[in-house]
């Protein structure tokens, strides 16, 4: 089936570790977003990339990292998790200058 | 600043139908879109407006009115299903998109 696959889907980690999230699509869409999402604050954007071997940043990048070395995959990576960054993130994908964008099925993070 | 307004929660009977409204600031204008989104779920692609105007979807139809910066959400014949939240996003001249923090859609039998 189409569509986009984060992994993992959940995830407890201890604070100052690394961790990186994946996500990879199978649209050929060349834009790919990260979004953080808590209770009553909604979607925020982390990072997005328009296209492969360009990335920038959303509305709270500090703390997160991310590449595009191909189309299809879209690592978020967390240098060193700190309690704050406990959210749950999804992956999301789009054809450029689009608002219809196809999400993946979350990854839930703990950070302690 | 760039802004999106939604109720918080609203509560309606199955059967009925409910109207959610969204307002919206943002520096340029692209699109209004309203996701649906059930607990524990990632959020889905619901409707798109651009023009002034109504758009109908089966149960779901989506209004935007470009000169008052508003939107709203109708959904009749209401089913149980349909409790999810409802978010609005707005795509800014950017072409990114600014986001609501979401309606919670209670549906009590």
């Known amino acids: 089936i189409a569509g986009i696959t984060q992994a993992p889907t959940s995830q407890i980690l201890a604070a100052g570790r690394r961790m990186t999230l994946r996500c990879t699509q199978d649209?050929?869409?060349?834009?790919m977003y990260w979004y953080r999402q808590d209770l009553g604050l909604g979607l925020r954007l982390i990072h997005y990339s328009n296209t492969a071997g360009t990335t920038g940043k959303g509305e709270v990048p500090d703390g997160y990292s991310v590449s595009r070395a191909n189309t299809d995959d879209f690592p978020l990576t967390l240098a060193s998790a700190v309690p704050s960054q406990t959210s749950v993130y999804f992956c999301?994908?789009?054809?450029?200058?689009?608002?219809?964008?196809?999400f993946g099925e979350g990854s839930r993070l703990t950070v302690l | 600043g760039q802004n999106i307004d939604q109720p918080t929660e609203m509560t309606a009977t199955e059967g009925a139908i409910v109207q959610i409204n969204c307002t919206y600031q943002?520096?340029?204008?692209?699109?209004l879109f309203w996701y649906q989104q059930h607990a524990g779920e990632a959020p889905t692609f619901l409707s798109y407006?651009?023009l002034d105007g109504l758009e109908e979807k089966g149960r779901f139809s989506s209004f935007l009115s470009r000169s008052k910066g508003y939107s709203y959400l109708l959904l009749k014949e209401l089913q149980m299903k349909d409790s999810a939240s409802y978010l609005c996003?707005?795509?800014?001249?950017?072409?990114?998109?600014?986001w609501g923090a979401g309606t919670k859609l209670i549906i009590k039998p």
């Open positions: 999301a994908s789009s054809e450029v200058g689009t608002g219809e964008l196809f």
């Open positions: 943002t520096s340029g204008f692209n699109g």
């Open positions: 407006n651009v």
């Open positions: 996003a707005a795509l800014d001249s950017n072409y990114q998109l600014i």
């Open positions: 649209m050929r869409h060349n834009a």
